[in-house]
């Protein structure tokens, strides 16, 4: 049996070292995009307090949240995230943007916003930024007007999308072999139940908030049967723990 290292601890490792060279599209199967998912949530589980992700995570997270976004082709969120987190160009650090040139990738993301009713407030900065390149998966076949973004549509039929069709065609039509998906929990779900989704990576922080209000990590349709993970790493900043999990 092989022993692990405890004391002396290995050496700390910053986000830059974590989210670095995970080459994600190499894991993609042929037919799509490999799928991994970022959430944090706290102690108990949910992925909101007082509306909003921001007050869970620690500094710690905020900075691995930015650097997993230099390591796939798109980043992926549901409309009403999109909408409350007040979603902006993707990458706006220079330095995160010449990460991702290092690692192969295009500078800016491609932004994958997944919105059956096309109800987004027209003043999301994402769709206001001139550097943003933007797909809409949708049901819907209206268009959003006033953009500066560069917007195009993939329009499925009816107001719930099959979201492994849209995958398919990101990778067909975008060349998108990576996704990285940022929640919230009712697209967590509908990707769940489809089985389209890697990896995640949960950030555990050391907070309860029990409140009846806040939302899990994932809400919906129930997925068929329970989803097994392995786990790839345990990190820690501070109380807080970083997992990275490998679906079965
Ligand atoms: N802790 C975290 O890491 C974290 C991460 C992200 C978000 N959040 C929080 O989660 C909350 C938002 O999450 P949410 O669960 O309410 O919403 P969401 O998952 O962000 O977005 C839900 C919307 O996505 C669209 N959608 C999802 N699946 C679809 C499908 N198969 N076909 C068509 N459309 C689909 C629908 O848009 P339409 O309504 O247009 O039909 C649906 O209303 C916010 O409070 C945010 O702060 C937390």
């Known amino acids: 049996m092989d022993l692990q290292r405890l004391e002396p601890a290995p050496p700390p490792l910053g986000a830059d070292h974590v989210a670095r060279g995970l080459r994600l599209a190499d894991l993609a199967p042929a037919e799509r995009p490999y ?10 589980g949910r992925a909101t ?11 710690a997270d905020r900075d691995l949240f930015h650097h997993l976004r230099t390591q796939a082709d798109a980043v992926m969120a549901g409309a009403r995230t999109v909408a409350i987190e007040r979603y902006g160009r993707l990458v706006r ?11 192969g990738l295009a500078l800016d ?3 994958v916003v997944v919105s059956g009713r096309l109800d987004l407030p ?11 390149k933007v797909v809409v998966v949708t049901g819907s076949e209206g268009r959003l007007e006033g953009c ?9 039929e009816g107001a719930t999308v099959d979201l492994g069709a849209a995958l398919r065609r990101l990778r067909d039509e975008y060349g998108v072999r ?5 929640g919230g929990p009712a697209l967590n779900a509908a990707l769940l139940r489809e089985r389209l989704v890697d990896e995640l990576f949960l950030s555990l922080a050391s907070k309860l908030d029990g409140g009846p209000d806040a939302l899990p990590t994932v809400r919906g349709l129930p997925v068929d ?21 490998r679906l079965r």
Request: proline share 5%; charged share 30%; glycine share 8%.
């Open 148 to 156: 500066r973004a560069q917007v195009e549509y993939l329009r499925g």
């Open 122 to 132: 027209a003043d999301v900065p994402l769709l206001a930024d001139e550097h943003s």
């Open 35 to 44: 799928v991994i998912l970022n959430m944090v949530a706290t102690a108990d």
């Open 178 to 182: 990576s996704v990285l998906c940022e």
């Open 49 to 59: 307090v007082d509306g909003r992700a921001g007050p869970i995570g620690n500094e």
């Open 225 to 245: 049967g329970v989803v097994d993970m392995d786990l790839v790493w345990v990190l820690r900043a501070g109380s807080d723990l970083f997992l990275r999990y």
């Open 93 to 103: 650090d220079p330095a995160l943007r010449d990460k991702r040139r290092e690692e």
């Open 109 to 111: 993301p491609l932004a």
